[in-house]
């Protein structure tokens, strides 16, 4: 047998342990990396033109597959332009793999123009670092990572707790040193299975049980596997039978959702708004979720939005027992003998007119295909209107801004589109955030993905311009940095220039027809959609 | 007096300290400091639409100005997007000061969604971190960021010493909680001046001195000052006097060039060239630079191209003594008579037929306007033929990319621009690196600025693909990793997308056409150079 590189080696355990897709991009010291996938063609590797796709990309695929995917990074520089989209991922528990090519060891004293301290950047958002230090150990450290990422390293207390399914996983990166990867001597290591969460506990349900009992106003907050469909429908049994309501983090990482589906109400964006939503409520039983905190702190308004009265319970948190089975298990204490309330298909009429911020979710909510993946980064575009006006669509999973770190959406579509390449995938994107990640078209065009894109143009950061109105400041000097405006951005010319077929809907008419066209090919199309300010 | 906020307590000390642009890309946490503009119209708030557009605008007005930008980026993941280009601005000693507005310090333990380790991503590139600690410390802390920035935090052992003009400085980042920011009781801090560099050492001046009368080959490595027509004409003087050769660093931050600037060959890109240019010298001298070290290693290649019977010198570092004023001392000592050798105006013939890797350099420097500033980011487009079509041009800048993190060109255009307005700027991109901050095109049209950007498009990673072919890969899985065809990039269709008005141009007398028109309106243009490989 011929010897193996340390990158063959490294390939051959991703592999080996299901990671079958690279999203990369990279350069001099991740060569022979690449040149591994000549031999290995099993790993499919995506070009991305930039380090925030092949993140985002890997993010998206993660919270469809459940397994990891990885990525190729370059150096510190690279894996610094990846950080933002793992941050999201963080945030949604997604398993993700970085390999980070770093110069030869004996190269690193010398410190030459890309020396830079990976070591530092992967560790902001990864539970699990490592530095490979030999190429024999290359292949166990790329299982290693692959077992890490299987791991939810979000809840600290909890310490590593394996999960079964879909979003249940935290940030490996590996940082290897390119005379390991050219070396011979490489190493596979044994594949890495998906290992199964603890059991939840018969006495910490026994105790939500007796809550639930009571009698007095109760909330379920949902959150992880708890908005799977197995999930929501153990969370809708106990509403019906106990009364208490359900509520869902807003934008989480994944939820299903439509017709058959039971129906969550999520939380409010605003603090003021989940105070509203949480008053009277005596219980809050957090499902795979934490408690609410407001994204941002503002003058003279509080950060913890539950009322001070309402007492919170965990049932299960991501990372500890199996959030599906706590939720079964519950079921079945306070609701044995009910069944769970499904929505009914039921589609919002067709809008007409100019597209507005009021109107332009009812025409997707109208037309969604079955079992769709809709990757949301509408933000403000969507934020009071996407919801109600999916609720009775075909099934789908909804995709979230989980970390609220803009740029999400068209990269994890192209993750999602290649997770589920029978299943089509619709990114809604508003413009401003848009354009951190936009060469994710390229990859649409390149790796030919169903992918609808529809952008929500606005022509401006709506949601800071909100926030500027908030503190007071009216004059232009201010205003001028949340205007997308002077030039206007053309979607349709961007999108073609990467090999994206594009069209602009200025109505909800046009919006409709393009929408339905779009769907009915195959491929990526990006539709431009000129939003008027909502009129009420 | 009306009381003043924290926030505008930093943009005033700010202004008075002579930082008057601030590129901008805020969010929810700067909200105060964008409102401070409002009061403060002294600062010049540039809206970027990626973080890494403010970066590198940032580090290209500061490698023209001398004096730091700001820059407002959004907590961690803003940030982290405006680090590659911040690894480039520190590789070119360019004073900057990033502010980074973080949560409310009743907020941070909170870990809310966008709660990041936002000084671990600025230690990995700044010399100067703090994170403000009340609202009456806000204007202190801004006037030391702008102090240290205008210190070179490079040279370790040189610790804090003061330089003079154009890009000896470092990165400052001062982390700002958000309630700082938004509390009344801020105090400006008095202006902080440019300090002057140490005068060098007339006894190490002496010694370099007598290395060059001891008649072995000698060579003079310019680098930082250095390479500034006052550095070059003292350098000059001294290569005419003693026979010492002159060589500069490949891709400086910023050099003077062209018709009646002495003219330096540049060191070669790969270590093996390096060898054979300083093959035979003796001495080493050191003015402002590094001794050479290869970007990369490889399998049975050193990494220091220096032959190991050449002596090493060090007349100045750049954070040490005064460079420009080394150079003149020991011309003084050792060319007290001599003038310095001038390049004369000498424009290459315009080149005819398909544009080709080998040609396209000649049409630029057949044309180039008086005084340019060039940004190059041509890679292997330009790295054999850039500087010898140039040399004989009318005098202009030219910027390289120092820290070799891709993506620089044109959001570098953009800060220069707007440092010179009176000036024309020239951009000289690589398509694959033109795509990691395309968003820079926004900005060139929102702020009309005089940007004739060149499009290189080879379709490929052209620099990767050459090391892949060193690596011995040949195959397809590998090859189309580094393949930016399928589709094809439309650079005049991404360029309209944004509001510069773009042309694509396959021949040189198409690019000469076009450039020359785009050079005699005011306002950006893009040309998409479509170059065809190298038949030689």
Not at 88 to 111: E, F, Q
Not at 187 to 204: F, G, H, L, N, W
Not at 461 to 472: C, D, F, S, T
Request: aromatic share 4%; net charge negative; proline share 7%.
């Amino acid at each position: 047998m011929q010897e193996m590189s340390g990158a063959q080696a490294l390939v051959r355990t991703l592999v080996d342990s299901d990671v079958r897709v690279c999203f990369a991009n990279p350069g001099t010291s991740e060569m022979h990396f690449v040149a591994a996938l000549d031999v290995l063609p099993q790993m499919r590797g995506v070009l991305c033109l930039f380090e925030g796709v092949a993140t985002g990309a890997a993010d998206g695929y993660g919270r469809m597959v459940g397994r990891p995917a990885a990525t190729l990074l370059h150096l510190g520089p690279g894996l610094a332009n990846g950080l933002a989209n793992l941050h999201n991922a963080r945030r949604a528990n997604t398993p993700v793999v970085n390999v980070v090519g770093d110069h030869a060891i004996s190269h690193k004293p010398l410190d030459s123009l890309l020396e830079s301290d990976i070591d530092a950047l992967a560790g902001t958002v990864s539970s699990w670092v490592r530095r490979s230090a030999s190429t024999e150990a290359l292949g166990s450290d790329a299982a290693d990572a692959v077992a890490a990422a299987l791991t939810c390293g979000d809840a600290e207390e909890a310490g590593p707790s394996p999960s079964r399914t879909g979003t249940s996983g935290s940030i490996s990166t590996l940082i290897v040193p390119a005379n390991l990867s050219w070396s011979a001597g490489g190493r596979p290591a044994r594949p890495v299975k998906i290992p199964a969460p603890p059991a939840p506990s018969e006495q910490d349900v026994r105790s939500i049980a007796s809550v639930l009992r009571l009698g007095e106003p109760c909330v379920l907050l949902l959150d992880g596997q708890a908005l799977s469909e197995q999930g929501l429908r153990a969370a809708s049994r106990i509403e019906s039978a106990t009364g208490a309501r359900l509520l869902s983090r807003n934008w989480a990482a994944r939820q299903r959702r439509g017709a058959g589906v039971p129906l969550v109400e999520p939380l409010a964006y605003r603090g003021e708004e989940i105070t509203v939503q949480l008053q009277d409520v005596r219980h809050l039983i957090l499902c795979g979720a934490r408690a609410p905190v407001t994204s941002f702190a503002y003058p003279d308004r509080t950060s913890l939005p539950t009322p001070p009265d309402t007492r919170v319970h965990v049932l299960a948190k991501d990372g500890g027992a199996d959030t599906v089975l706590s939720l079964e298990m519950l079921a079945d204490h306070v609701a044995p003998d009910t069944e769970p309330v499904l929505a009914p298909l039921s589609l919002p009429p067709l809008p007409r007119g100019e597209l507005t911020v009021g109107n332009w979710a009812a025409v997707i909510g109208a037309l969604l295909p079955q079992d769709a993946v809709v990757c949301d980064e509408s933000i403000t575009a969507g934020m009071t209107t996407l919801h109600a006006a999916t609720a009775g669509s075909p099934p789908h999973d909804l995709l979230g801004l989980t970390g609220l770190s803009i740029g999400q959406g068209l990269p994890s579509a192209t993750g999602a589109a290649i997770a589920c390449p029978d299943r089509p995938v619709i990114c809604l994107q508003a413009d401003g955030s848009a354009m951190y990640t936009l060469s994710a078209l390229w990859s649409h065009a390149r790796e030919h993905l169903d992918i609808t894109t529809v952008i929500l143009n606005n022509s401006s950061y709506a949601i800071l311009r909100a926030e500027l109105e908030r503190v007071g400041a009216t004059a232009d000097a201010s205003a001028q940095l949340f205007d997308l405006s002077r030039p206007d951005l053309d979607f349709v010319s961007l999108a073609n220039g990467m090999g994206v077929p594009a069209t602009r809907a200025r109505t909800a008419e046009e919006l409709a027809l393009q929408f339905k066209r779009a769907l009915s090919e195959p491929g990526p199309h990006l539709i431009e959609a000129v939003l008027l300010p909502h009129r009420n």
